[in-house]
């Protein structure tokens, strides 16, 4: 079945203990993102990545960091957590033809909690 | 800075009748523009795009939109609404060099 997963799907973290969530594709998917959302903010870019090894800001980059070493994975990495990052956070990936970033599919999502 | 915009937050639709959700668009930019559908605890689902050509686009589940370049919109229309599209709707735009963006989002709910 073609999908995006993330792990976890919940977490409970503390201020400033370093985490990752995971983000893989079986699409073989040229573009990949990750997105937050909150409520009356709507769903906002963090970082995406065109293809392997290329990654660039979207609108909310402080405090995260990506990397895509890998065409199926996508991690978001949070170094230092802070309760501002407490959010929703969906992954997606698409495919990319060099033209236009077509149809996103998106992954079930991770709800962090930063206490 | 290229966007888009939901002017309304809520939208409350009688089952059977038509329903309308709306975004509007900026100028810059060519419009790659689509709408997304999230039911509750779910991810986001695709329901139907623009890039170029016919101005009315068909997409999933029933669901329309009508690109309008005058007005600079892009609202999402279903001429008979069921209760099963209570949910929330994302508008969005694209960039060629990568970036998404969406609007703030719509709760559409229709009722019995």
């Known amino acids: 079945e073609a999908q995006v997963t993330q792990n976890p799907r919940y977490l409970i973290t503390v201020t400033g203990k370093k985490l990752t969530v995971t983000c893989s594709q079986n699409?073989?998917?040229?573009?990949m993102s990750w997105y937050r959302q909150d409520p009356g903010l709507g769903l906002r870019q963090i970082y995406y990545s065109m293809n392997v090894e290329v990654t660039d800001k979207g609108d909310v980059p402080e405090g995260y960091k990506v990397s895509r070493k890998e065409k199926r994975n996508f991690p978001l990495i949070l170094e230092s957590p802070s309760p501002n990052q407490t959010s929703l956070y969906f992954c997606?990936?698409?495919?990319?033809?060099?033209?236009?970033?077509?149809?996103?599919?998106f992954g079930p999502g991770t709800r962090l909690l930063v206490l | 800075a290229q966007s888009v915009a939901q002017p309304e937050d809520q939208v409350n639709v009688a089952e059977g009748n038509p329903l309308t959700v709306k975004c509007t668009y900026s100028v810059s930019g060519n419009p790659y523009l689509f709408w997304y559908v999230q039911y509750p605890n779910r991810g986001l689902q695709f329901l139907l795009k623009y890039i170029t050509g016919d101005n009315l686009v068909k997409g999933s589940y029933g669901f329309e939109a009508e690109f309008n370049k005058s007005q600079t919109s892009f609202h999402l229309k279903k001429p008979s609404a069921l209760v099963s599209d209570s949910a929330l709707y994302f508008c969005?735009?694209?960039?060629?060099?990568?970036?998404?963006?969406f609007g703030d989002g719509t709760t559409l709910t229709v009722k019995p």
């Open positions: 969005g735009r694209n960039t060629n060099a990568g970036k998404s963006t």
């Open positions: 699409m073989n998917h040229e573009y």
């Open positions: 997606a990936s698409s495919p990319y033809t060099g033209s236009w970033v077509e149809t996103q599919y």
